[in-house]
């Protein structure tokens, strides 16, 4: 984790609000920016992926913990080092994703299977170790990072758009057996944002020169890498989510994108799925 705007051991404790936060996906892009968000707020937060050591350096203020979502014993030893440190979680951040491009047909099922064990089990595995906690609390607030991509599918990105697709569906289901509980489901859904790792951009491995879909798929990879280039400030969306759980009360749904990115979404939802795709094929495949 790159430091924050606040590194001050003093400020900070003057600042700290006795809330924890656990946030997975934390080393890098948006769940990154999240976590100093949330610790220059005052939080302490609980940061877990896979390229943390496990060791908790108190320099910034955040405990980094190694954390495998797609690895059962992984998840409880982290949730385990958590509560050691703090016996509360007060919000689950969810971030961790990875995505694999690649055409419907030459991405194996083995591809497919490891981004839903990433972006959809790896949620579902974490949720079931904090929802006791929170049910015991009687409050918590669980933010999980869906996307655009969760509302509407573009070529080659299938298995993280499938993924995304899961995670929607999950949380409104969950939304509705956890409020009685005083726990409070929301949903991100990021437009394109700058600075994502590149160790969580994959390629299907069957994706070669000579793939019927080459020159397609050539097209709609350049358009995904140039909008996510061009993408918004990552930093300025962790500050979003933050804010947003400093309110008591959060929304289920907070869509954080540029107005064509809202736009292809409602776009998406009025307009025959004829006209929508034609229109979704025109902008990624040239
Ligand atoms: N960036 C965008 O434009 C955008 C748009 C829409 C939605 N989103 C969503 O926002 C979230 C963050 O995306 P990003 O692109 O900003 O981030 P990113 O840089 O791709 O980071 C993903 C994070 O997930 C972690 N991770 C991957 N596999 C993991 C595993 N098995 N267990 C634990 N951690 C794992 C990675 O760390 P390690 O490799 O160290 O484990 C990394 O910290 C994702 O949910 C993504 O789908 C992003």
Not at 263 to 278: K, M, Q, S, T
Request: charged residues 25%; proline residues 4%; contains cysteine.
């Amino acid at each position: 984790m790159t430091p924050g705007r606040t590194d001050e051991k003093g400020l900070r404790k003057m600042k700290e609000n006795g809330r924890t936060a656990w946030v997975t996906g934390a080393s890098s892009g948006l769940g990154m920016y999240t976590a100093q968000a949330l610790r220059d707020a005052g939080w302490t937060v609980i940061a877990g992926a896979r390229s943390f050591s496990g060791a908790s350096p108190e320099g910034d203020g955040t405990h980094r913990l190694a954390l495998d979502v797609t690895d059962g014993d992984s998840v409880e030893r982290f949730c385990r080092e958590a509560k050691s440190i703090s016996a509360r979680v007060d919000a689950l951040v969810q971030c961790a994703a990875i995505l694999t491009l690649g055409s419907a047909e030459e991405t194996s099922v083995e591809e497919y299977r490891r981004v839903m064990e990433t972006n959809f089990f790896g949620m579902i595995r974490m949720n079931r170790q904090v929802l006791p906690m929170m049910r015991a609390q009687k409050a918590g607030k669980i933010v999980l990072f869906s996307s655009i991509n969760g509302l509407l599918g573009i070529p080659f990105q299938n298995a993280y758009t499938a993924s995304k697709h899961a995670v929607e569906g999950y949380a409104e289901g969950l939304q509705m057996e956890v409020r009685p509980f005083g726990i409070q489901v929301c949903l991100i859904e990021p437009g394109d944002h700058r600075g994502g790792g590149q160790r969580t951009r994959l390629r299907a491995a069957a994706m070669g020169e000579d793939s019927p879909y080459a020159a397609a798929f050539r097209s709609a990879a350049e358009k995904i890498r140039q909008d996510e280039a061009g993408g918004s400030d990552p930093a300025k969306l962790g500050r979003k989510v933050a804010k947003m759980l400093d309110r008591k009360t959060i929304p289920f749904r907070k869509r954080i994108a540029k107005p064509d990115q809202r736009l292809a979404v409602l776009l998406h939802d009025v307009l025959p799925p004829g006209l929508n795709e034609r229109i979704l094929t025109g902008y990624y495949i040239h």
